[in-house]
């Protein structure tokens, strides 16, 4: 099994910037693609971001320019950088990682990001 724990979430006005991480450990030899998705309220969950093992990246257009994805391998760790954030950016943030093996899907337990206007 691999175990996903997130931090970085809070609060942040419109403008600011914020860095969830995302910290993978058990059977982290069977970690393939990391990513992000987010979920607001009423709203159904949607990718934000996703990074290969080698460091290929894709970005949902309204994240483009605003937000970067990054991961340590060596770390088992994934980040998301968050920039000139937006109020429709509030949401859960949840980490996902693709495995090679069974489940192998796993998400972490979500962190809260709220942006006022």
């Known amino acids: 099994q691999v175990q996903l724990v997130e931090s970085g979430g809070g609060l942040v006005q419109a403008g600011g910037s914020l860095r969830l991480s995302c910290a993978a450990s058990?059977?982290?030899?069977?970690?393939?693609?990391m990513g992000w998705y987010r979920q607001a309220p009423g709203k159904q969950r949607e990718l934000v971001a996703r990074?290969?093992?080698?460091?290929?990246?894709n970005y949902a257009d309204f994240v483009k320019g605003r937000f970067t994805i990054s991961r340590d391998n060596a770390e088992n760790t994934v980040y998301l950088q968050m920039n000139s954030l937006k109020p429709e950016d509030t949401a859960v943030y949840y980490c996902?990682?693709?495995?090679?093996?069974?489940?192998?899907?796993?998400w972490g337990q979500g962190t809260q990001v709220t942006v006022s206007s």
């Open positions: 996902n990682v693709d495995l090679d093996t069974a489940p192998y899907v796993q």
């Open positions: 058990g059977r982290t030899f069977s970690i393939n693609t």
């Open positions: 990074i290969t093992r080698t460091g290929s990246t």
